[in-house]
């Protein structure tokens, strides 16, 4: 008979209050893909989705800033060489979907940009691709929310006069929950 090792499930709370829920939100990402610096063909590869998002950026399809520096080795917690594609919430969904589609056989990196660096890279990272170790130890557990191209005026950035109101917030999720009361497949929302 083989022991088996149980583990203890720790389930930690849900946010659910619309403040704390949008006022906490990320609103900015690095994409980080990786590549193997032995290998032409990966370097290559990397080389050209990275022109290639630019030329994207140039044409209007997304806002995705490629840090200009590649690094042809392992840096800070990345462990090959990688580039680094700072994004706006607001391109967050187009930006993630094209380099889903078209990263071939490379990894990529997902992460927010939150004060917290650790738990960005770790707890609330994703991957595109294969999952690659990532070297934890001198990233910073808190700190101050990093800014990058504040200049855009998006993402952190963004004015608040873009913001959509909480009442307005509400109204919506209201209208929604209304409409999709009539769709079987659709689940409600808890009566709390």
Do not use: C
């Amino acid at each position: 008979m083989t022991k088996v090792e149980i583990k203890a499930i720790v389930l930690t709370p849900h946010d659910e209050d619309l403040i704390t829920v949008v006022e906490n939100r990320t609103r900015e990402w690095h994409f980080h893909i990786y590549f193997l610096t032995q290998s032409p063909v990966e370097t290559a590869a990397a080389l050209e989705l990275r022109d290639a998002v630019l030329r994207l950026r140039r044409d209007g399809a997304f806002v995705a800033v490629p840090l200009f520096r590649v690094n042809k080795s392992p840096i800070g917690p990345h462990p090959a060489g990688s580039y680094e594609i700072w994004v706006p919430d607001t391109s967050f969904s187009d930006v993630y979907f094209y380099l889903a589609s078209n990263r071939g056989n490379l990894s990529i990196l997902v992460h927010p940009l939150t004060s917290d660096q650790r738990r960005d890279h770790d707890q609330r990272a994703g991957w595109l691709g294969k999952p690659w170790p990532v070297y934890l130890d001198d990233l910073p557990r808190e700190g101050p929310v990093p800014f990058q191209y504040e200049e855009l005026g998006l993402g952190y950035s963004a004015p608040p006069k873009n913001e959509e109101s909480y009442e307005k917030r509400r109204r919506r999720g209201a209208e929604i929950e209304a409409i999709l009361s009539l769709d079987p497949e659709a689940a409600p929302a808890p009566r709390d």
